[in-house]
């Protein structure tokens, strides 16, 4: 079992930034592939960004070159840089941890764009 736990989110006028936490609780941490996905108002949830075991990354196209998505092994942690942020980056952010096909999700945190 694998505890996440979000945070960083806000209200944030378009154009700034603001970046994403999560704390996982596990000590294998490093083996899992980690993902950020958003979830808007009457909208699908949707993969924003992921980073696997080995550094790997994976954007999405709505956000590449404004999200960035890193992690750091040694606190347990992973975190989603994300600037020049747009009102259509409105959502609930999640953070997830995939390992062996068994994914574990976070409660989200709101991102709210807008001026």
């Known amino acids: 079992q694998v505890q996440l736990v979000e945070s960083g989110g806000g209200l944030v006028q378009p154009g700034g930034s603001l970046r994403l936490s999560c704390a996982a609780s596990?000590?294998?941490?490093?083996?899992?592939?980690m993902g950020w996905y958003r979830q808007a108002p009457g909208k699908q949830r949707e993969l924003v960004a992921s980073i696997t075991s080995g550094g790997i990354t994976n954007t999405a196209d709505s956000v590449k070159g404004r999200f960035t998505i890193s992690r750091d092994n040694a606190k347990n942690m992973v975190y989603l840089q994300m600037d020049s942020l747009k009102p259509e980056d409105t959502a609930v952010y999640y953070c997830?941890?995939?390992?062996?096909?068994?994914?574990?999700w976070g409660q989200g945190t709101q991102v709210t764009v807008s001026s």
């Open positions: 997830k941890a995939g390992y062996v096909g068994i994914n574990y």
């Open positions: 596990s000590r294998i941490f490093s083996t899992y592939t």
